[in-house]
């Protein structure tokens, strides 16, 4: 069962910070083929975490390390849209309305989350 293999692994990045668990999470999308860049600290410009750098569809990535919240929030969430509309007003990298803009955490949120109804409502406002 795929669950009971992967499981142990990601024991060891449960108490990971943003240190250790932002440059895991733009290697694991370099490692997939992307282009994955790390924006700077403090650097406010750019208000992602990371982004996939594409020539038409730039993805900018919210990431929250297990250190800050274990599960995926409304404030996840709330703040991955923030960082699409700024993309598209700062034009720093290409993108489009349609693309998408991730948020990445260590789980999945609660079942009972606002999350999924904030996603819809974003979808049908956006």
């Given at each position: 069962d795929y669950e009971q293999k992967i499981t142990?692994?990601?024991?060891?990045?449960?108490s990971y910070n943003k240190d250790k668990f932002y440059p895991l999470i733009s290697?694991?999308?370099?490692?997939?083929?992307?282009?994955?860049?790390?924006?700077?600290?403090?650097d406010n410009y750019q208000r992602w975490d990371a982004i996939i750098i594409d020539e038409i569809n730039s993805i900018p990535i919210e990431i929250k390390s297990p250190g800050d919240e274990e599960f995926i929030s409304v404030k996840a969430i709330r703040q991955a849209f923030e960082n699409k509309i700024i993309l598209l007003a700062r034009k720093q990298y290409p993108t489009n309305h349609s693309t998408s803009s991730l948020s990445v955490g260590y789980n999945l949120p609660n079942e009972r989350s606002e999350v999924e109804t904030l996603i819809g409502d974003i979808y049908n406002v956006f």
């Open positions: 142990p692994y990601l024991e060891n990045f449960r290697n694991l999308f370099n490692l997939l083929g992307f282009t994955c860049e790390l924006s700077r600290a403090g």
